[in-house]
């Protein structure tokens, strides 16, 4: 069966739903198809004790103020999880899941659809919003060894929480909040080495997702006026300082390790020869952009993203992509950031129709 509709959202996550929002606003007719069987996107996967680096006030989507959590200054992932779900109700976004986009191509005929192949059927649209995040993308480096390595191997995305990792040897990788998060868990029941590839950078205490969102709207406005790049959130730190994590590291608990060469069978080796053994390995080594149903355009570029100026694809003027990154927008792959690409794209689509 084929539906046609003004705009196809690929993606029912925080980002899939901001873009609903402007839609609507917009009077375009469109659908969001949403690979999950539940509303939530990435967050509904998130282990236990993720907190929000932001107060609820920082966390909003367009429209709905996220409300504040009961006892918890920075909301976990359940309470963004039912923000979201409240959301799409609330909006009575028009979301349809769980639907798999296989793929996006060309319609052919006049050029002016693109034709959007799920698992449920084929929908035929005016413009199409990519708005699959990068969770189900997760990144492994290729460091030496690692499949030899016969203990368990994990990525973020696979942590559940501490229960199962008690009293083992367990190696945490990387230095972003991720790392430091899992490192600052794992910290007080497991045998830990928490090891990043520089020194870890954590954000002086008193700065949390507020003070980036501050800075990255002053990179937004810099650009924006064609002023110098103030260099963005990266300028400041990786690591905010939530509060496990800062107790975790006052009591001596995360203190990190330079990146090992490679892995043996049972632990890993540093460049000066120095060892240790390991029960478990858990790599949180970041994400790579979930893309792969774009690939019938053909139009990757670099580094496996598609150029594009602000959210609009340059070799598909019909296509956005929303929420993966600052190359999508600054901030665009947090709640707060999401709102205003959102905005232009569901605009810049209203004008090409
Ligand atoms: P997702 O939530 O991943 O949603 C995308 C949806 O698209 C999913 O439901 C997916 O199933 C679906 N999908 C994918 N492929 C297809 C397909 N082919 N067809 C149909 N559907 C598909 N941000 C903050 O604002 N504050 C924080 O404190 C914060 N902390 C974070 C901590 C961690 C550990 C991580 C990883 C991220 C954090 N973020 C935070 C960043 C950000 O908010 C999330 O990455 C967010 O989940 C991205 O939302 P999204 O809508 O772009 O993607």
């Given at each position: 069966?084929?539906?046609?509709?003004?705009v196809?959202?690929?993606?029912?996550?925080?980002?899939g739903?901001?873009?609903?929002?402007?839609?609507?606003?917009?009077?375009?007719?469109?659908?969001?198809?949403?690979?999950?069987?539940?509303?939530?996107?990435?967050?509904?996967?998130?282990?236990?004790?993720?907190?929000?680096?932001?107060?609820?006030?920082?966390?909003?989507?367009?429209?709905r103020?996220?409300?504040?959590?009961v006892?918890?200054?920075?909301?976990?992932?359940?309470?963004?999880?039912?923000?979201?779900?409240?959301?799409?109700?609330?909006?009575d976004?028009?979301?349809?899941?769980?639907?798999?986009?296989?793929?996006?191509?060309?319609?052919?005929?006049?050029?002016?659809?693109?034709r959007?192949?799920?698992?449920?059927?084929?929908?035929?649209?005016r413009?199409?919003?990519s708005?699959?995040?990068?969770w189900?993308?997760?990144?492994?480096?290729?460091?030496?060894?690692?499949?030899?390595?016969?203990?368990?191997?994990?990525?973020?995305?696979?942590?559940?929480?501490?229960?199962?990792?008690?009293?083992?040897?367990?190696?945490?990788?990387?230095?972003?909040?991720?790392?430091?998060?899992?490192?600052?868990?794992?910290?007080?029941?497991?045998?830990?080495?928490w090891?990043?590839?520089r020194?870890?950078?954590f954000?002086?205490?008193d700065?949390?997702?507020?003070?980036?969102?501050?800075v990255?709207?002053?990179?937004?406005?810099?650009?924006?006026?064609?002023?110098?790049?103030?260099?963005?959130v990266?300028?400041?730190?990786?690591?905010?300082?939530?509060?496990p994590?800062r107790?975790?590291?006052?009591?001596?608990l995360?203190k990190?390790?330079p990146?090992?060469?490679?892995?043996?069978?049972?632990?890993?080796?540093?460049?000066?020869?120095?060892?240790?053994?390991?029960?478990?390995?858990?790599?949180?080594?970041?994400?790579?952009?979930?893309?792969?149903?774009?690939?019938?355009?053909?139009?990757?570029?670099?580094?496996?993203?598609?150029?594009?100026?602000?959210?609009?694809?340059?070799?598909?003027?019909?296509?956005?992509?929303?929420?993966?990154?600052?190359?999508?927008?600054?901030?665009?792959?947090?709640?707060?950031?999401?709102?205003r690409?959102?905005?232009?794209?569901?605009?810049?689509?209203?004008?090409?129709?």
């Open positions: 069966m084929t539906h046609h509709v003004d196809v959202v690929i993606g029912g996550g925080q980002a739903l901001a873009a609903g929002y402007h839609l609507r606003r917009l009077g375009l007719d469109f659908v969001i198809l949403d690979a999950q069987a539940e509303a939530g996107g990435a967050w509904q996967h998130a282990w236990g004790s993720l907190h929000l680096f932001s107060p609820a006030a920082y966390s909003s989507l367009p429209g103020p996220m409300p504040v959590q006892g918890e200054t920075y909301p976990d992932a359940r309470h963004v999880v039912a923000y979201l779900a409240d959301y799409e109700r609330r909006y976004l028009p979301v349809r899941r769980p639907v798999r986009v296989k793929g996006v191509h060309r319609a052919g005929g006049d050029g002016k659809c693109l959007v192949e799920t698992d449920s059927g084929t929908w035929l649209a413009a199409v919003i708005a699959t995040g990068t189900w993308r997760p990144f492994l480096p290729a460091v030496p060894g690692r499949s030899g390595f016969h203990g368990r191997q994990l990525h973020t995305v696979e942590y559940r929480g501490p229960r199962d990792f008690a009293g083992r040897r367990v190696i945490v990788v990387g230095g972003g909040n991720s790392g430091a998060q899992i490192a600052a868990d794992l910290a007080y029941d497991t045998e830990l080495t090891v990043t590839q020194p870890p950078r954000l002086p205490d700065i949390d997702g507020r003070a980036l969102f501050d990255a709207t002053a990179r937004r406005r810099a650009l924006d006026e064609g002023r110098t790049d103030s260099g963005g990266a300028s400041l730190g990786d690591i905010v300082a939530v509060p994590v107790e975790a590291r006052d009591a001596g995360l990190a390790s990146m090992f060469t490679h892995l043996t069978a049972h632990g890993v080796v540093w460049a000066d020869g120095t060892s240790a053994e390991a029960d478990a390995v858990i790599w949180c080594t970041g994400f790579r952009p979930t893309l792969s149903h774009l690939a019938p355009l053909q139009i990757r570029g670099r580094r496996g993203h598609i150029p594009t100026i602000g959210t609009r694809a340059v070799a598909e003027p019909r296509l956005h992509l929303l929420g993966y990154g600052d190359w999508t927008g600054p901030a665009s792959a947090t709640l707060i950031g999401v709102g690409p959102a905005r232009d794209a569901a605009r810049e689509i209203a004008e090409l129709l």
